[in-house]
């Protein structure tokens, strides 16, 4: 399989990723704890959108220490309309045991650096190795979902599976697993081997490519089909007045764990009634009907609505309670979300 990846070929893919390579300001650095929030906050989310969030949170949390030692409402409030609040849990929590093991030094020196980052959560084998090779202490290939798509046409592999491509990766030369090459990938990826219609002409890897040859380049990887989605509905009570709305605060585990919200139940039937939030999640399709209350709902905390944009809400329940408070004649913004 390596012979594809020869000496030459690497030389003109970091040719051709110096003169047209993507310019990101963090790739820049290699300081650890950077790579390690940011390569989280860009999953699942487009870089247009984590950018003003990623000087926010560093801003806020500057170094692991002070992540480690933050309330997890602080993490949620500014991971708030990011979605997927499991991560912003997760960070929080390898963050503690991170620092309880002694920070980053700890796996600057550790004989595995590899699996004791894969022991904390959230971190998987693609951002223990986004870790490892972008600080330059470990030589790595990670691989994301976009490079899977380019060795996938490059090798002709018809598999979607990441573990088979990563553990080809790793058995690469030395050579390939630099953080140059691999952010040549991920630009090549981005910019050239695009799911639909690659731009095969342009290609550094055209020479040695097996889909373009066998004239098949969107056939790679497989297609998966999608998965239908399971439909949940929920009632959520609503009680306001012209001062602020009363909301309740999550447990930490399941649904929107310690974010503020209106209360939830979960029923076991759609109603006939038209959804007032319709929101899909990452298991399942949210159906949302809104049951207004003349008293506060019991465990609930009356929040101003000048406040509320200090408080991490679920996106939709946000959404929501901003035309609720311009019925009121107030107006909230919410930045870069
Ligand atoms: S030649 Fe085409 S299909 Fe092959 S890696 Fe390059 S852009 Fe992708």
């Known amino acids: 399989m390596q012979e594809e990846l020869n000496s030459e070929l690497l030389s003109v893919l970091l040719r051709w990723y110096k003169a047209y390579g993507r310019y990101l300001p963090w790739r820049e650095g290699q300081e650890p704890y950077h790579i390690w929030v940011i390569e989280t906050l860009l999953q699942q989310t487009r870089i247009a959108q984590a950018q003003g969030r990623i000087a926010r949170f ?3 949390f500057p170094t692991l220490e002070a992540l480690a030692e933050a309330p997890i409402e602080a993490v949620l409030a500014v991971w ?5 609040y499991q991560r912003a849990h997760n960070l929080h929590r390898a963050a503690r045991q991170l ?3 002694g920070g980053w030094e700890a796996v600057r020196a550790s004989p595995d650096p590899l699996k004791l980052l894969e022991s904390l959560p959230g971190i998987g084998p693609y951002t223990a190795r986004a870790i490892l090779s972008f600080t330059g202490w470990r030589g790595f290939l990670p691989v994301d979902g976009n490079v899977l798509r380019v060795l996938s046409r490059l090798w002709g592999i018809a598999s ?3 573990a088979l491509y990563q553990e080809k990766a790793d058995a690469l030369p030395s050579s390939w697993k630099k953080r140059e090459v691999a952010y040549a990938f991920m630009d090549l990826a981005q910019l050239i081997c695009t799911p639909r219609r690659p731009k095969c002409l ?3 890897l ?3 490519c097996k889909a373009l040859h066998a004239g098949t380049p969107e056939a790679f990887p497989p297609r998966r089909l999608p998965r239908e989605k399971p439909i949940r509905y929920f009632l959520l009570s609503l009680c306001e007045n012209s001062i602020g709305v009363w909301l309740e605060r999550r447990p930490l585990r399941g649904l929107w764990g310690g974010l503020w919200s209106l209360p939830i139940h ?3 039937e759609q109603s ?3 959804p007032d939030i319709l929101h899909e999640l990452k298991h399942f399709r949210f159906v949302g009907y809104i049951e207004v209350q003349k008293e506060p709902p019991p465990a609930t905390k009356l929040i101003p609505w000048s406040e509320l944009t200090s408080y991490a809400l679920p996106a939709p329940i946000l959404r929501l309670l901003m035309q609720e408070a311009e019925a009121h004649g107030i107006s909230i913004s919410v930045q870069d979300s």
Not at 80 to 84: E, M, S
């Open 266 to 268: 979960e029923v076991s």
């Open 58 to 60: 560093f801003e806020r």
């Open 272 to 274: 006939p009634r038209k």
């Open 80 to 84: 708030q309309g990011l979605g997927y």
């Open 99 to 101: 620092h309880w093991l």
């Open 206 to 208: 055209a020479s040695e």
């Open 160 to 162: 979607n599976d990441r």
């Open 202 to 204: 342009f290609c550094p």
